[in-house]
């Protein structure tokens, strides 16, 4: 029996891989094209966090852990033959597929990325759904995460899931609408209808889980030893706005709130989203669902300016003063948007959130007050400057 993680290099690949090779005794395959490591190094930034080798990752993980069950490949998803291969070597019972370039701002950046992200993204999953289908594995789990940026800003709370669409006296359950509102949350918009087609079509159960924006330095498992660490992105592309509050707080610069930051987003810790992954992958086949089934994977909105400022006040605490600012916003988004959003599928699949936003920021302050001289000397990066400045000299 194998269980396969793809992105098994990443942020939340790397400790999910981790988790379930600690609760199972199944082999489990983490597979990854280390891209993610270029696409930061393209934008001139780090991990705050440093980040080992996967050799000396594995090697970490069976020293620490006693984890002989994680192995790691390295290859492109977006390569049939390659995925064909894994499929037939490997013949996984559950694929947990968390591969993806995941940067809006990257996806915005040109037509090139643009394209690059969509055909990256999507690729990627039809190769794996037809993986499945075509190497007659269609018993085999694919939970694949997905994001809660598919919804866009409705004026009314987001289902976990479908809809009910009326019109013209009549009502039926439709999928919601594809209303993302970048180029890469588009690729999950679309990932999003494949996967429910790959279901009807094919039979594959499914799990479409909606990933909110992950905050956290890191589980029980990756804090056991340094050389476990998961990676921690604070750049412009490729930082999430929590994890780039925190380290412009660290490095004594201003918390940079876009526009009026008025608008609720939906977070939830990484503890909490690599256990509810764990729960999926970990279940036996006869235990869970045969379906298609749709989690939102949130445990809380909160507004941007909310979030900065318990950021600023925990910051404090930890000795870094920082102010929250205002600034021009780079975005096209509705900055007041009042988001309400239904995750009880979720919650009950992880049992309630583990830790509030406050005590998961406290706990990236721990890990990052041991990081601030490399966050110190890329603090140019929490601005767009790096890469576009080599865009415009090309294009001279
Ligand atoms: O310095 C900053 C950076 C961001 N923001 C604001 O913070 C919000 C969130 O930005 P983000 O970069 O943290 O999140 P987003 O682009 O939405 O994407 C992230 O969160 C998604 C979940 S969701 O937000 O779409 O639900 C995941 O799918 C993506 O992979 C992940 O990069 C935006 O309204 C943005 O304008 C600021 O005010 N200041």
């Given at each position: 029996m194998s269980i396969i993680v793809t992105g098994g290099d990443g942020y939340l690949g790397w400790p999910t891989g981790l988790r379930i090779a600690s609760e199972t005794d199944d082999r489990v395959l983490l597979v990854d094209n280390l891209a993610r490591r270029?696409?930061?190094?393209?934008?001139?930034?780090?991990?705050?966090?440093?980040?080992?080798?996967?050799?000396?990752?594995?090697?970490?993980?069976?020293?620490?852990?006693?984890?002989?069950?994680?192995?790691?490949?390295?290859?492109?998803?977006?390569?049939?033959?390659?995925?064909?291969?894994?499929?037939?070597?490997?013949?996984?019972?559950?694929?947990?597929?968390?591969?993806?370039?995941?940067?809006?701002?990257?996806s915005q950046i040109n037509g090139e990325r643009a394209n690059y992200t969509q055909q990256n993204n999507m690729q990627a999953t039809r190769n794996l759904v037809f993986g499945l289908h075509e190497n007659d594995l269609?018993?085999?789990?694919?939970?694949?995460?997905?994001?809660?940026?598919?919804?866009?800003?409705?004026?009314f709370p987001i289902p976990e899931g479908g809809t009910v669409m009326e019109h013209q006296d009549s009502r039926d359950e439709v999928p919601f609408p594809a209303m993302a509102g970048s180029w890469y949350h588009m690729t999950k918009s679309h990932d999003a209808a494949n996967l429910r087609l790959a279901h009807s079509q094919f039979d594959i159960p499914i799990s479409?889980?909606?990933?909110?924006?992950?905050?956290?330095?890191?589980?029980?498992?990756?804090?056991?030893?340094?050389?476990l660490m998961t990676r921690f992105d604070f750049d412009y592309y490729f930082g999430v706005v929590a994890h780039r509050f925190a380290a412009q707080a660290?490095?004594?610069?201003?918390?940079?709130?876009?526009?009026?930051?008025?608008q609720r987003k939906p977070f939830i810790s990484l503890e909490d989203a690599v256990e509810g992954l764990t729960r999926l992958a970990v279940t036996d086949s006869d235990e869970r669902p045969d379906d298609h089934v749709v989690y939102n994977q949130v445990t809380r909105p909160i507004s941007i300016v909310e979030m900065g400022t318990t950021i600023a006040d925990v910051a404090t605490e930890f000795g870094f003063n920082t102010d929250v600012e205002h600034f021009e916003n780079p975005r096209d988004e509705d900055e007041t948007h009042k988001m309400e959003i239904e995750n009880?599928?979720?919650?009950?699949?992880?049992?309630?959130?583990?830790?509030?936003?406050?005590?998961?920021?406290?706990?990236?302050?721990?890990?990052?007050?041991?990081?601030?001289?490399?966050?110190?000397?890329?603090?140019?990066?929490?601005?767009?400057?790096?890469?576009?400045?080599?865009?415009?000299?090309?294009?001279?």
């Open positions: 270029e696409w930061v190094s393209e934008v001139g930034s780090v991990s705050a966090t440093p980040i080992a080798s996967m050799e000396t990752r594995l090697t970490a993980a069976q020293e620490v852990h006693g984890l002989r069950n994680l192995s790691f490949v390295q290859g492109d998803l977006t390569d049939r033959s390659f995925v064909d291969e894994l499929c037939q070597i490997h013949e996984p019972q559950v694929i947990v597929h968390t591969a993806a370039q995941p940067s809006a701002p990257y269609v018993d085999t789990h694919l939970i694949e995460t997905t994001t809660t940026g598919v919804y866009g800003a409705p004026e479409d889980v909606r990933t909110a924006i992950t905050y956290g330095a890191g589980t029980k498992e990756t804090r056991a030893d340094d050389r660290v490095a004594g610069y201003p918390i940079t709130v876009y526009g009026k930051g008025k009880n599928r979720y919650a009950n699949l992880i049992g309630g959130q583990s830790v509030t936003f406050e005590e998961g920021i406290r706990e990236v302050f721990e890990t990052l007050t041991d990081c601030t001289e490399r966050i110190k000397s890329h603090e140019d990066r929490f601005l767009p400057s790096v890469l576009e400045d080599r865009l415009a000299e090309e294009a001279e």
